[in-house]
């Protein structure tokens, strides 16, 4: 049985968090997460959590007839999506402003043997 977690509203832009996943898609749950442990980006924390949520999933939805080996738990889906943007001000020079952008993203992960 498949473990699934999902993270919404994180606040980091999708091509960052995407540079993340990208290191772990197919790897071993494990070796990912011991990975991202050590990884010196801002995106490496939610997902380390998320893959740490959806190994617990797994083993929890597993049962007497379909046991769930954590060592055997592979990424099979890992995947970053845009959410909102949350839009501010900047006033510039001259009475101008300029708009920030502050973007969210929402990040989907499934892990199977």
């Not at 290191?23 to 939610?46: C, D, F, T, W, Y």
């Not at 617990?56 to 954590?70: G, K, T």
């Amino acid at each position: 049985m498949p473990g699934k977690a999902s993270a919404t509203f994180i606040r980091i832009s999708p091509s960052k968090a995407r540079q993340v996943i990208n290191l772990v898609r197919g790897q071993n749950v494990s070796e990912s997460m011991e990975m991202l442990k050590h990884m010196n980006k801002k995106a490496a924390q939610p997902v380390y959590k998320l893959l740490q949520s959806a190994a617990a999933n797994a083993l929890h939805l597993s049962d007497e007839e379909n046991p769930v080996d954590v060592d055997k738990l592979t990424v099979k889906e890992i995947y970053a999506n845009e959410g909102p943007t949350m839009k501010r001000i900047r006033p510039r020079a001259q009475g101008r402003a300029f708009r920030i952008r502050k973007r969210t993203t929402h990040i989907h992960v499934v892990v199977g043997e």
